[in-house]
């Protein structure tokens, strides 16, 4: 089992609506969370961090951390064609030493 | 653009053959680390830097890899005897000196090993 899952999609959903994309992690010591967006034969690109329990925005995006369940989320609102790509959701934890651990990423698709 | 560089951004090679990448972090970032990914995964994690020091190596880092950092800046990565297995995108990745684990990547270099 990986430290961190996510569904592989693809989740498609209509221009303007809210996206939600799902992660979870099996190490409870993990204390960091990223999201990044990978769009196709380019490299992951950080759209957020969250280290606390509960809501962290940034203009579009929402991230959500509920340690107690071990799960993360990214919101996108007003979706747009242009964010059509693969989410990757990645955790850090002492144990895990220097190295970030990814999911295997959510392909999303927005429909106009 | 004073972001993460990586060279070149696509080496096609012969199996056999010796390949070498090199990337340049973010300006003030100490801390270097080095990423395979392929089609359908996420980076999986090979290698990291403190300034010069190698401090972490993953076990997939087979002894065909090897990786420098010579003087704390920039650093290569050297996969000898390729293999078709080799064949995927190499990610560097960089972070600043304080305790944020915040990695910022680079454009990655796509490898295909024939």
């Known amino acids: 089992q990986k430290e961190v899952e996510q569904n592989s999609g693809p989740l498609s959903v209509p221009e303007g609506a809210i996206a939600s994309l799902n992660c979870t992690y099996s190490?409870?010591?993990?204390?960091?969370f990223f999201w990044y967006r990978q769009y196709s034969g380019k490299s992951p690109e950080l759209i957020m961090s969250i280290y606390s329990n509960g809501d962290k925005e940034d203009g579009r995006f929402t991230a959500q951390l509920n340690k107690a369940s071990q799960y993360v989320s990214l919101l996108i609102r007003d979706s747009q064609p242009s964010d059509s790509a693969t989410y990757l959701c990645a955790g850090w934890t002492f144990r895990s030493g220097y190295a970030l651990n990814f999911g295997k990423g959510t392909s999303l698709l927005v429909t106009p | 653009d004073t972001g993460v560089s990586q060279d070149p951004r696509h080496k096609i090679t012969k199996r056999g053959q010796n390949v070498t990448f090199r990337c340049d972090p973010i300006?003030?970032?100490?801390?270097l680390y080095w990423y395979r990914q392929t089609l359908g995964q996420g980076p999986e994690f090979l290698t990291y830097?403190?300034?010069?020091?190698?401090?972490?190596k993953s076990r997939l880092l087979s002894d065909r890899f090897s990786a420098e950092r010579p003087k704390g800046s920039f650093s290569t990565l050297e996969i000898q005897r390729t293999e078709q297995g080799d064949s995927a995108m190499y990610l560097c990745?960089?972070?600043?000196?304080?305790?944020?684990?915040?990695?910022?990547f680079g454009p990655g270099t796509r490898l295909l090993v024939l």
């Open positions: 300006s003030e970032h100490n801390r």
């Open positions: 830097f403190q300034n010069e020091a190698q401090l972490e």
């Open positions: 190490d409870r010591g993990s204390q960091s």
């Open positions: 990745a960089s972070s600043p000196p304080s305790g944020s684990e915040t990695q910022y």
